[in-house]
């Protein structure tokens, strides 16, 4: 295993916490769970790349949006998935330090990437991969064997860890190893 690529959401962040969800429906006047059933409905079109931010956002508010109502959506999301998950980023950092071949390969519209990259601890990894800057989402396989391909890494070479069992499967039909996030503790035994 010469590569270790990382997912990011639930994996290196915690899942984006219920209150903020539920305060993005606030800022964008729609009732929460009408919101949150169009938030995830059009979510794996807008990480695509497919939809842009105002089609997204209009779809998940039921109406269309406002450039500042836009901007605080964009923002408040941007922020619900930055909430480090403190143990897997213990891990991130000690093979940093190590000098091992770390990536990142996430499902994430460009926005909340361009976001994610100002994070300190998501700069610090050297090759990082956002599905709509690719224009393909996980779990086609297609995109793990992009990634390969701009590491110049055989798949074999690759273990990829992710909190979605989809995701994993879809790694592995690429011909990478892969390991489902279930904490940082069985991660950092399953590295050892």
């Known amino acids: 295993m010469r590569w270790i690529l990382f997912d990011y959401g639930n994996v290196l962040s915690l899942a984006q916490p219920v209150a903020e969800a539920e305060a993005m429906a606030r800022a964008a006047g729609a009732d929460p769970a009408e919101f949150l059933r169009e938030y995830w409905a059009h979510r794996l079109e807008f990480d695509r790349g497919a939809l842009g931010p105002a089609e997204y956002w209009a779809k998940a508010a039921g109406r269309p949006l406002s450039a500042a109502e836009l901007d605080r959506l964009i923002a408040m999301d941007a922020a619900s998935w930055s909430h480090p998950d403190e143990g897997s980023l213990a891990i991130l950092r000690e093979l940093l330090e190590r000098g ?33 800057r690719l224009g393909l989402v996980k779990p086609d396989r297609r995109i793990y064997e992009h990634v390969a391909a701009e590491l110049a890494a055989d798949p074999a070479d690759v273990l990829f860890v992710d909190d979605r069992e989809d995701n994993v499967e879809g790694a592995r039909a690429a011909g990478m190893r892969a390991v489902r996030y279930t904490g940082a503790s069985a991660l950092r035994a399953h590295l050892e």
């Not at 390969?105 to 709509?132: G, T």
């Open 100 to 132: 091992r071949d770390v990536a990142l390969l996430s499902n994430a519209p460009a926005c909340v990437a361009d976001a994610l990259d100002e994070l300190p601890w998501i700069a610090a990894i050297p090759h990082r991969f956002y599905s709509a």
